[in-house]
């Protein structure tokens, strides 16, 4: 990964850009307290296709700061929902118009969700189009029938895992704390022996972007982000805002999201996530079935496959053998759930996640040290050096010798090196591989 140049600030903003790593203890939590939080998570929106969504009570006002909190209390606001296909047809179709004016890749805010709102919205038609079936019959509404029922099993199982992914990824905000505010909404990190401390906001953020457009372009998309937020720190008209009272609340959340850049933890998270986003595309063949829709959205649009109402017998009989064709040379109809909470408690188990409460493999204090330690290395000047130092993972010497090294010793294991480089930070600054084989 290249290194990003960044802009010299003074050192009042040094100050107040110092890397927020976790910014509480307490968003360090054990692997059994991150898997349940993402079963409720799933749990929550289960038959998600059938229910309403109130943006303002479930989204907008657990993310928001307290001194918003109020403003957001208004009754009114809590009764204004939107149902599932409501929010998706409209962005389905807003963007079927984009994509028609050929506007859907010049526009930067578009194309950076354009599969996130294409995918569902094909999902919503062949549904559609399957109960329209039904119950008008025309001619060869049988073979219709079957091909789009093979069509929605792909589909359909995609839209889910997408879903779930988003819905992670939500729930655990980067950049959003207080453990205490009952909301379902917070950062948490986990810290794991062969991944470090894993922002599981980043993690799950990532995997949707790797499962959307698989492992290189989420790699590109990861670093914009992080590139976005330092250019962010440096725009007049957030300083404005800060500056003023009525205006500061809503700055906060801007400047909690510029300093968040480059934090240490990161990019490794994303690293994990984009592995997890990679495995699910290749689960069923999920991949090859996102990139299928995708290509074909543009005749979605014009009608060319789902409204062939206007088509005469023979043109929809053709038609019918060319989709059969593709989806067969494309393997469609193997598609299925990807099963999200048994492979993190996989993940978590193969990369050694420790609970922090266990005294244990965690001695008391040493969290607590730990985080200090990157807070005091890693701040001010220091900080800007080590922003471009890469996707790595770096572990303090002190952490990983009491609390890594020593548990894989007593356990009989042996660490291998992976795709991933980890660093031990010793005490001198020197940054060292922590692998080691038996002879």
């Known amino acids: 990964m290249k290194s990003v140049h960044e802009p010299t600030l003074d050192d009042d903003e040094i100050s107040d850009v110092r890397p927020r790593f976790p910014e509480k203890v307490e968003y360090v939590v054990s692997p059994e307290a991150a898997l349940r939080a993402i079963a409720e998570a799933l749990q929550k929106i289960e038959g ?3 229910k309403k969504l109130h943006l303002i009570r479930d989204v907008v006002r657990p993310l928001a700061p307290g001194v918003l909190q109020n403003v957001l209390k ?3 606001l809590d009764r204004v929902a939107f149902s599932y296909g409501a929010i998706v047809n409209f962005s389905g179709y807003l963007t079927g118009v984009l994509t028609l004016l050929g506007l859907h890749n010049s526009i930067d805010h578009v194309n950076h969700y354009y599969r ?5 919205f094909i999902d919503l038609r062949v549904r559609a189009k399957i109960d329209k079936l039904l119950q008008e019959k025309p001619f060869g509404w049988k073979l219709w029938k079957w091909l789009y029922d093979r069509v929605l099993h792909s589909i359909e199982s995609v839209v889910d895992n997408l879903v779930n992914l988003v819905v992670l990824g939500w729930t655990f905000c980067p950049g959003i704390g207080e453990p205490d505010k009952e909301s379902g909404f917070y950062n948490r990190f986990v810290f794991g022996a062969r991944c470090g401390f894993l922002d599981l906001g980043h993690f799950f953020n990532c995997a949707v972007i ?5 492992r290189d372009e989420a790699i590109k998309r990861a670093e914009s982000v992080e590139i976005s937020q330092r250019k962010l720190r440096q ?3 957030l300083q404005w805002m800060r500056q003023h009272t009525v205006l500061a609340p809503l700055a906060t959340l801007f400047w909690g999201y510029s300093t968040s850049a480059d934090t240490i933890e990161d990019r490794s998270s994303d690293w994990f996530g984009i592995e997890l986003g990679q495995k699910m595309r290749e689960h069923k063949n999920d991949g090859r079935i996102i990139e299928f829709f995708v290509a074909k959205w543009p005749q979605l649009v014009k009608g060319d496959l789902l409204d062939t109402e206007k088509e005469s017998v023979m043109q929809k009989f053709f038609a019918a053998i060319k989709l059969i064709l593709q989806v067969f040379r494309h393997r469609l ?4 759930k990807f099963d999200v909470s048994q492979e993190m408690k996989r993940f978590f188990a193969r990369h050694g996640a420790i609970d922090p409460a266990d005294s244990a493999a ?3 204090g040493l969290l607590d040290e730990t985080i200090h330690f990157y807070m005091d290395k890693y701040g001010g000047d220091e900080w800007h050096q080590f922003t471009s130092r890469g996707w790595e993972v770096v572990i303090p010497q002190k952490l990983w010798e009491r609390a890594v090294r020593d548990t894989f010793i007593k356990n009989g294991e042996k660490l291998e090196a992976g795709a991933l480089p980890i660093k031990i930070q010793l005490e001198n600054g020197e940054k060292v ?3 080691f084989r038996e002879e």
């Open 333 to 336: 109809g193997s598609g299925g």
């Open 362 to 364: 965690v001695p008391p």
């Open 433 to 435: 591989s922590p692998y």
């Open 48 to 50: 998600f296709r059938e």
């Open 116 to 120: 996130l709102a294409v995918l569902p």
């Open 235 to 237: 725009k007049e008209w």
């Open 74 to 76: 208004a009754d009114l």
């Open 210 to 214: 790797a499962y959307l457009y698989g």
